[in-house]
């Protein structure tokens, strides 16, 4: 069983920057891929950024390209979501996902950002 828990959310201004953490608690081993999703009032969630456990590979959504950087750190068994030149449509609760070699996935409760002046 995996659990996540992320921190780090907050107000920032636009142009400001964030670091996201997410600690994996479980059996690292046991998932394929760590994802950062997102979810503003009124609209779907959506894929922000995935690094995989293995070989470390990151995606990004267009939306967050060249701001947003994913990365991992395996000893401390945490991933980090960290965001620069924030935008207000950056604006969303934040969640870690675990996608599992089971084909399960596990989701942590998410953090709020709020880019605001």
């Known amino acids: 069983q995996v659990q996540l828990v992320e921190s780090g959310g907050g107000l920032v201004q636009p142009g400001g920057s964030l670091r996201l953490s997410c600690v994996v608690f479980g059996n690292m081993f046991s998932i394929n891929a760590l994802d950062w999703y997102r979810q503003a009032p009124g609209k779907q969630r959506e894929l922000v950024a995935r690094i995989t456990t293995g070989g470390g590979s990151t995606t990004y959504a267009d939306s967050v390209k060249g701001r947003f950087t994913v990365s991992r750190d395996n000893a401390k068994n945490t991933v980090y979501l960290q965001m620069n030149s924030l935008k207000p449509e950056d604006t969303a609760a934040y969640y870690c996902?675990?996608?599992?070699?089971?084909?399960?996935?596990?989701w942590g409760r998410g953090t709020q950002v709020t880019v605001s002046s």
């Open positions: 996902n675990a996608s599992l070699y089971s084909g399960t996935m596990a």
